[in-house]
């Protein structure tokens, strides 16, 4: 028998402001991995980040996580959340932040720390969060998302208007919590991170498109990155 996977959605449908955003999607996700969630603007990747972490009203289907219904209470320190917008405390420091949200979990400032220092801000973590760049409150929010351990990790675009360089370090990062065990969705529209991850999910117009790794995705397509996948698959749709 295969293994649970850690995220299972099963004919998902979702509606915002009465218009269909999701027209029924599946998907398994295997615990250990890291999962791309690719699209244009609009495609709906936020509405399926929403309904895995279950804060998504939705119309049809079942999505479940860790064995438990999507948001349900036993997931509260197993899944972690982090939104496009950083969602941080502006008046306290990059520390404070991270030892609040340790605390909520129980959670001590070693921890916090550890947390704080594992995303390449511990030189900055007296500073206060008002005073941060933008790509230091997105690591600062990723450190309070991190700080609880958890075992699903929900990321909305988190390298949006970052340098090369630490968007490479926290790919890394990514790589390593997989490895240890953590599953990580991680939604994009940056095709060069696509190649970073174990499997894509590609969205398009309220479906997927794609579910499969970068490599298969190239070789089914007969494309040699997955830009030109994802355009050979779209050319492929409008075709038929
Ligand atoms: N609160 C809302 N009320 C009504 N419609 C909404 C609401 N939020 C989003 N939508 C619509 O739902 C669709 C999907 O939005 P969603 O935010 O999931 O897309 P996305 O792929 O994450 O986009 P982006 O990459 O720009 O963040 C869009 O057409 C959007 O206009």
């Avoid at 293994?3 to 009465?18: E, I």
């Amino acid at each position: 028998m295969p293994p649970t996977p850690a995220v299972a959605v099963t004919d998902l449908v979702v509606d915002r402001g009465k218009r269909p955003v999701l027209k029924g999607v599946s998907t398994a996700i295997a615990a250990g991995t890291v999962t791309g969630l690719l699209g244009p603007s609009g495609s709906g990747k936020t509405t399926f980040i929403r309904a895995v972490v279950g804060t998504q009203k939705v119309k049809g289907g079942t999505v479940t996580v860790l064995g438990e219904p999507a948001g349900a209470k036993p997931l509260r320190g197993r899944v972690a959340y982090v939104t496009q917008d950083a969602s941080i405390y502006r008046d306290l420091s990059v520390k404070a932040n991270v030892a609040y949200f340790a605390a909520l979990y129980g959670r001590g400032r070693r921890e916090a720390m550890r947390a704080v220092e594992s995303v390449g801000m511990g030189d900055h973590a007296d500073k206060l969060a008002g005073n941060l760049s933008g790509g230091q409150k997105t690591r600062t929010s990723l450190a309070c998302a991190l700080v609880i351990e958890p075992e699903v990790l929900v990321l909305d675009e988190p390298t949006v208007g970052l340098d090369p360089v630490i968007r490479e370090e926290l790919w890394d990062r990514f790589r390593a919590l997989a490895e240890g065990g953590a599953t990580l969705l991680v939604s994009s529209h940056v095709m060069d991170e696509a190649d970073r991850c174990d499997r894509l999910l590609l969205l398009r117009e309220g479906r997927f498109i794609a579910d499969d790794t970068p490599a298969d995705l190239r070789a089914a397509t007969g494309t040699a990155n997955l830009e030109a996948a994802f355009l050979h698959l779209i050319r492929e749709l409008e075709a038929n």
